[in-house]
Nanobody
Framework: QVQLVESGGGLVQAGGSLRLSCAAS????????VDWFRQAPGKERELVAR???????NYADSVKGRFTISRDNTKNTVYLQMNSLKPEDTAVYYC?????????????????????WGQGTQVTVSS
C-alpha cells in the first residue's frame, strides 16, 4: 500500500507562485509514476503534469511553461512548482501514483486506473 499526502495549497494572487508537495510512504517510491490532477467546481478532473519513475515529464498545454514537476526520491516526494498562476488554475489538486505507466490519454480519461491518491489540496488564485 502507498499513502500520499499533498500540501502547499493556499490562496495566491494572479501572477503569484505556489509549490505543491506530494509525500509518499508505504513502498518503494522511486518505482512509482506520479501525476498531478486538478478538479475545479463543476468540471471534470484534469491531468496537469506527469513524472515517471525515470524522470520523464509531461504537461497539459494549459500549464506548459508555467508549471514544473519534479521528484526527490530521497524524500519520497514529488513537487509541482506553479508560477504565473491564473484564476483558471483554481482547483483542488490531487497527486496520484501507479507502478504501471499509463499513456497520457489513458490517464486523462480514466483516473480510476491509479490505485493511489492523495486527499487533495486547494489552490485558489484571485484576480
Amino acid at each position: 500500500q502507498v499513502q500520499l499526502v499533498e500540501s502547499g495549497g493556499g490562496l495566491v494572487q494572479a501572477g503569484g507562485s505556489l509549490r505543491l508537495s506530494c509525500a509518499a510512504s508505504g513502498r518503494s517510491f522511486s518505482t512509482l509514476n506520479v501525476d498531478w490532477f486538478r478538479q475545479a467546481p463543476g468540471k471534470e478532473r484534469e491531468l496537469v503534469a506527469r513524472i515517471t519513475s525515470i524522470n520523464s515529464t509531461n504537461y497539459a498545454d494549459s500549464v506548459k511553461g508555467r508549471f514544473t514537476i519534479s521528484r526527490d526520491n530521497t524524500k519520497n516526494t514529488v513537487y509541482l512548482q506553479m508560477n504565473s498562476l491564473k484564476p483558471e488554475d483554481t482547483a483542488v489538486y490531487y497527486c496520484a501514483a501507479s507502478a504501471i505507466y499509463y499513456s497520457g490519454s489513458a490517464a486523462a480519461t480514466n483516473p480510476a486506473l491509479y490505485p493511489y491518491w492523495g486527499q487533495g489540496t486547494q489552490v485558489t488564485v484571485s484576480s
